[in-house]
């Protein structure tokens, strides 16, 4: 009793081996042929943007300036409304600062075409180029030329606080009308342009286009 029980104990184990090799076997043929069968545009666009991302992640712009910044006012508190004699107070510095200009490489977009085996063209969407908010200002460069606090009115904390973000706003002002945000869309094509070709070679057809808020 105990030999037969031992042969079909035998038995059940190698039929267990048996559907587990069939199983691997199965398994192994499924992922050889999901892998032949794969898309490989995927495939080619996660490679793009993998090779563009970092590229496209330094081409920034900084643009550095030096601002005057004034300030005058007079002590007009009163009931009359009038400027009170030895009350007018005055202010004159000038302060360094950086306005980068980046693109938000995340959010681009990428689709390649091939013709058979070979990438023929990619298309690439991107972002365009964006000020970075808020501007930087180096306190430490502040130079003061001229300050004088008038009688029961001086130069506050408020004053200066105002007078630096008076200087942020113009100075993105400045980088609107200057034409910086189309040279940075410009100068990103031009650099991303260059690593495709590099890579996949001249004759790839790169088509731009922008995401347009």
Same mark, same amino acid.
């Given at each position: 009793?105990? #030999?037969k029980l031992?042969?079909t104990m035998?038995? &059940?184990?190698l039929?267990? %081996?048996? &559907?587990?090799?069939l199983? %691997?076997v199965?398994?192994?043929?499924?992922?050889v042929? @999901?892998?032949m069968?794969?898309?490989?545009s995927v495939d080619?666009?996660r490679?793009i943007r993998?090779?563009?991302l970092?590229? !496209?992640?330094l081409?920034?712009?900084?643009?550095n300036?030096t601002?005057?910044?004034h300030?005058?006012s007079?002590n007009?508190?009163?009931?009359f409304?009038i400027?009170l004699?030895?009350s =007018?107070?005055?202010?004159?510095?000038?302060i360094e600062?950086?306005?980068?200009i !980046?693109?938000?490489? /995340?959010?681009m /977009?990428?689709d390649?075409?091939? /013709?058979?085996?070979? #990438?023929?063209?990619v298309?690439?969407k991107?972002p365009?180029?964006?000020l970075?908010?808020?501007?930087? #200002?180096?306190?430490g460069s502040l130079q003061v030329y001229e300050?004088?606090?008038?009688?029961f009115?001086p130069v506050? #904390? =408020?004053?200066y606080?105002?007078?630096?973000e008076?200087?942020q706003e113009?100075?993105a @002002?400045?980088?609107? +009308?200057?034409?910086?945000?189309?040279?940075?869309d410009?100068?990103l094509? +031009?650099l991303i @342009?260059?690593? &495709?070709?590099s890579?996949y070679?001249?004759d &790839?057809?790169?088509?731009?286009?922008f995401i347009?808020a």
């Amino acid at each position: 009793m105990a #030999l037969k029980l031992t042969k079909t104990m035998k038995n &059940v184990g190698l039929g267990a %081996l048996a &559907v587990i090799v069939l199983l %691997l076997v199965s398994a192994t043929v499924w992922n050889v042929s @999901a892998w032949m069968n794969r898309d490989t545009s995927v495939d080619t666009s996660r490679s793009i943007r993998e090779e563009i991302l970092p590229v !496209a992640k330094l081409a920034t712009y900084e643009y550095n300036f030096t601002q005057i910044i004034h300030h005058a006012s007079t002590n007009n508190d009163n009931w009359f409304k009038i400027d009170l004699p030895f009350s =007018d107070n005055k202010f004159i510095a000038t302060i360094e600062g950086v306005a980068t200009i !980046a693109v938000d490489a /995340e959010q681009m /977009e990428i689709d390649p075409v091939f /013709e058979g085996d070979k #990438l023929a063209k990619v298309g690439i969407k991107l972002p365009h180029s964006q000020l970075q908010q808020p501007i930087a #200002l180096d306190n430490g460069s502040l130079q003061v030329y001229e300050q004088r606090d008038g009688f029961f009115n001086p130069v506050t #904390l =408020d004053d200066y606080n105002g007078l630096l973000e008076l200087t942020q706003e113009e100075q993105a @002002a400045k980088v609107q +009308e200057s034409g910086l945000l189309e040279q940075s869309d410009e100068r990103l094509q +031009e650099l991303i @342009a260059h690593q &495709v070709h590099s890579i996949y070679g001249d004759d &790839v057809q790169i088509d731009f286009s922008f995401i347009e808020a």
